[in-house]
């Protein structure tokens, strides 16, 4: 596969999993394409038109010949400048040490490596999870699917976006001032190829767990626990003590309605969504991470709260797609606090 055909796909299985369905994705395009062309001359210059076709906006191909084919991936959560920088030196220091076999003319006793982790040459592609770049700026406009979810769920959507408004200006505020570009450019100086998948992923886990607990029907909140523990990256973060945990409620605690909430959508919502997301009868929510202002909420208001754990559950997303590539004969190398599971056969 080239980096373009990889790229396509890993928004194609977003859209596939969108809560918001195929449906609500295409009306949110054509809300950009309709924007878009209302802009001023000047401003369509300076607009990121990938928007036009791309509907998450934390979704970005930063650096590379999308034209180039790939046979190895460097997969991660957080791949920024410390592990680019060790792609690039392990690769130069594999060439030092075979070069000095040659001189020495050791070929008898040729350099083994048998630590699959270990690179031997530089991948031909690096797809980290989290936004960088670009899209790290962009986080903020993603967000706004939230507002549809809570909708899906029973919450009116004019509350729903009123909820989320003054949130998503506050993440606009707070990602301002960093240093956006800094892993981009060390791609760049390493020449590998880079991109960052982010809720595409999340879509793909969001999708499995909420088809998981609908199909299973578990009863109380200890019983979503002992399904989440039986998941491979879930049970593998429980030895290293990150596994799923009970935020609000009790193990004997009735679920009532589950909804997965905070599992995509940029990152974490309001603490006014808890409230809104009772009176529209949910019982538990099953999120990746919570603040303790809306652990409060959620206590207040008798909501359940089950946190499956936050690079866990992102290992699961991308697990999801590279499992995709691993069926076209690419190899993955996991880094960065990826738990990497294969679900093929």
Same mark, same amino acid.
């Given at each position: 596969? *080239?980096?373009?055909? @990889?790229?396509?796909?890993?928004?194609? !299985?977003? =859209? %596939?999993?969108? +809560?918001? $369905? &195929?449906?609500?994705?295409?009306?949110?395009?054509?809300?950009?394409?309709?924007?878009?062309?209302?802009?001023?001359?000047?401003?369509?210059?300076?607009?990121?038109?990938?928007?036009?076709?791309?509907?998450?906006?934390?979704?970005?191909?930063?650096?590379?010949?999308?034209?180039?084919?790939?046979?190895?991936?460097?997969?991660?959560?957080?791949?920024?400048?410390?592990?680019?920088?060790?792609?690039?030196?392990?690769?130069?220091?594999?060439?030092?040490?075979?070069?000095?076999?040659?001189?020495?003319?050791?070929?008898?006793?040729?350099?083994?490596? *048998?630590?699959?982790? @270990?690179?031997?040459?530089?991948?031909? !592609?690096? =797809? %980290?999870?989290? +936004?960088? $770049? &670009?899209?790290?700026?962009?986080?903020?406009?993603?967000?706004?699917?939230?507002?549809?979810?809570?909708?899906?769920?029973?919450?009116?959507?004019?509350?729903?976006?009123?909820?989320?408004?003054?949130?998503?200006?506050?993440?606009?505020?707070?990602?301002?001032?960093?240093?956006?570009?800094?892993?981009?450019?060390?791609?760049?100086?390493?020449?590998?190829?880079?991109?960052?998948?982010?809720?595409?992923?999340?879509?793909?886990?969001?999708?499995?767990?909420?088809?998981?607990?609908?199909?299973?029907?578990?009863?109380?909140?200890?019983?979503?626990?002992?399904?989440?523990?039986?998941?491979?990256?879930?049970?593998?973060?429980?030895?290293?003590?990150?596994?799923?945990?009970?935020?609000?409620?009790?193990?004997?605690?009735?679920?009532?309605?589950?909804?997965?909430?905070?599992?995509?959508?940029?990152?974490?919502?309001?603490?006014?969504?808890?409230?809104?997301?009772?009176?529209?009868?949910?019982?538990?929510v099953i999120s990746m991470h919570m603040k303790d202002e809306s652990r409060d909420e959620a206590i207040k208001n008798h909501l359940n709260v089950v946190i499956a754990g936050h690079i866990s559950s992102d290992s699961i997303g991308m697990n999801l797609l590279l499992d995709k590539l691993a069926q076209k004969g690419i190899k993955i190398i996991p880094t960065s606090g990826l738990i990497r599971v294969k679900r093929n056969k």
């Amino acid at each position: 596969m *080239t980096i373009k055909q @990889i790229y396509n796909l890993a928004i194609e !299985l977003g =859209i %596939t999993a969108d +809560p918001r $369905g &195929k449906l609500g994705v295409a009306k949110w395009l054509d809300l950009q394409k309709k924007s878009y062309l209302k802009l001023e001359k000047e401003k369509k210059e300076l607009y990121d038109k990938e928007k036009l076709t791309n509907p998450y906006a934390d979704t970005r191909f930063h650096f590379g010949d999308p034209d180039t084919k790939v046979k190895t991936i460097l997969a991660g959560i957080e791949i920024e400048e410390a592990e680019i920088a060790l792609a690039s030196a392990m690769d130069n220091s594999y060439q030092l040490a075979c070069l000095k076999a040659v001189i020495s003319k050791n070929t008898k006793n040729p350099i083994q490596i *048998t630590n699959n982790h @270990i690179l031997s040459t530089k991948p031909d !592609l690096i =797809i %980290t999870h989290h +936004p960088v $770049g &670009k899209a790290l700026a962009a986080l903020d406009d993603v967000m706004k699917m939230q507002a549809d979810m809570m909708a899906s769920y029973g919450v009116p959507i004019n509350v729903a976006e009123g909820v989320m408004k003054e949130r998503m200006q506050q993440v606009s505020r707070s990602i301002a001032p960093i240093n956006h570009m800094r892993p981009v450019d060390a791609a760049k100086m390493a020449n590998i190829p880079y991109m960052n998948i982010h809720t595409p992923a999340d879509n793909l886990v969001f999708q499995y767990l909420q088809k998981m607990m609908d199909r299973k029907k578990p009863e109380t909140v200890g019983e979503i626990l002992e399904i989440l523990n039986n998941i491979p990256e879930y049970k593998e973060a429980t030895k290293n003590n990150a596994g799923p945990r009970i935020f609000a409620g009790d193990p004997g605690s009735r679920c009532g309605k589950i909804v997965c909430f905070d599992i995509t959508g940029g990152t974490s919502g309001a603490k006014e969504i808890y409230p809104e997301l009772v009176r529209a009868g949910v019982g538990t929510v099953i999120s990746m991470h919570m603040k303790d202002e809306s652990r409060d909420e959620a206590i207040k208001n008798h909501l359940n709260v089950v946190i499956a754990g936050h690079i866990s559950s992102d290992s699961i997303g991308m697990n999801l797609l590279l499992d995709k590539l691993a069926q076209k004969g690419i190899k993955i190398i996991p880094t960065s606090g990826l738990i990497r599971v294969k679900r093929n056969k």
